[in-house]
């Protein structure tokens, strides 16, 4: 079967005036049109190829490859918006089609948002909607406590940023919990610190507990390398100084700047601490 929104490995079956047919293991065929034809070929060779519909609505294979696909979260900016909806940059000479249903906001052209890529059931076209969270479940939680995990930053709220977590499950990372600035569509690693009851999940940027002392203190020691060996931090900074220069909780690098001191690696003066 060809997967549309989806990369294919497909075999080339014939050569005709409008380009390569190609084909899959079941007889379904699909064309590659003249301007994505390889330099070099034979007929039998297997190609990988990104099915989806043309300007007139046919299905074609292109080369080309989208910034999102059927099933993926990215953030695109928006070229024009007209009577029927909006019309995303993806990477593609036709346009990814957002219709007004599927916008979060009102969209306008020159703006930036994150959307969810998926197959129209009944246009058989795919489409993008800015209102992610629906394509999102947390019903059945795939993830356990302490796991690390791949966030995309969705939105903000007032008690933090929300987060897409292994583009699955919403997750939140708490305002107390950021040491960097984040904008939407980042993407980055994070960890499970808590499952809540009605399975939500709170995330943190750096790994939990013991867990992070280890990549912590190796961070602390490329600083103070980077830094001739001292760093103007203690036991006694403010916490906003750390974060500022370490991008880290004050609970963290006293936890990690413990474990150097005892490993003998540093040594802990009343103007921060030197490299041994």
Known sequence: MIHIGEYNTLTILRDTEPGLFLGD???????????YVPESFEIGDQIEVFAYLDNEERPVAITD???IKKGDFALLRCNQVTKFGAFLDWGLVKELFCPFKEQAFKMKAGGWYLVHCYLDEESGRLVASSKTNRFLD????????????????????????????????LGLVFKDEIFKDLSVGDRLKGTIKKIRPGNKLDISLSQIGYRSIEPNAQFILTELGDNGGFLPLNDKSAPD???????????????????LYKARKIEIKDDGIYLK
């Open 25 to 35: 293991n079941e007889e379904n065929e699909i064309l590659l049109p003249n301007r």
């Open 241 to 259: 100084d750390i974060r500022d220069m370490l991008q880290m909780s004050k609970k963290n690098f006293k936890k990690a700047v413990g474990s």
């Open 138 to 169: 947390n019903k059945e939680l795939t993830v356990e406590r302490y796991e690390e995990v791949d966030l995309i930053v969705s939105h903000p709220s007032d008690i933090g940023m929300n987060v897409i977590v292994n583009k699955r499950h």
């Open 65 to 67: 490859k989208p910034y």
